[in-house]
């Protein structure tokens, strides 16, 4: 069992910050890629930002310049940095994380249950 958790979420003014983390738990081995999504009332779930285990980055196009994704390989943490946030950021945003456990030979996508960013003035 893997367990994703998240947090640092919350309600700022547009043009502020937050800095998301989700800290990774349970029988894992080791974790590839890690990264976050969000959905917004009434759309789809979206890729923000990913990163692989070597730092490799890849961002969606909305956030690029903004939100800036970093991990902790010791720890089984990603965290991101969210900068000048714009209304239309609010969501829930996820963690996800392809994780190989003990024992098992392919990995598998485990999700966190989300943290609430709301950007309003």
């Known amino acids: 069992q893997v367990q994703l958790v998240e947090s640092g979420g919350g309600l700022v003014q547009p043009g502020e910050s937050l800095r998301l983390s989700c800290v990774a738990s349970g029988s894992i081995f080791s974790i590839n890629d890690m990264g976050w999504y969000r959905q917004a009332p009434g759309m789809q779930r979206e890729l923000v930002a990913m990163?692989?285990?070597?730092?490799?980055?890849t961002y969606g196009y909305s956030v690029k310049g903004r939100f800036t994704i970093s991990r902790d390989n010791a720890n089984n943490t990603v965290y991101m940095q969210m900068n000048s946030l714009k209304p239309e950021d609010t969501a829930v945003f996820y963690c996800?994380?392809?994780?190989?456990?003990?024992?098992?030979?392919?990995?598998?996508?485990?999700w966190g249950q989300g943290t609430q960013v709301t950007v309003s003035s």
């Open positions: 990163i692989t285990e070597t730092g490799t980055t």
């Open positions: 996800r994380a392809l994780v190989y456990k003990f024992h098992s030979t392919c990995p598998a996508w485990s």
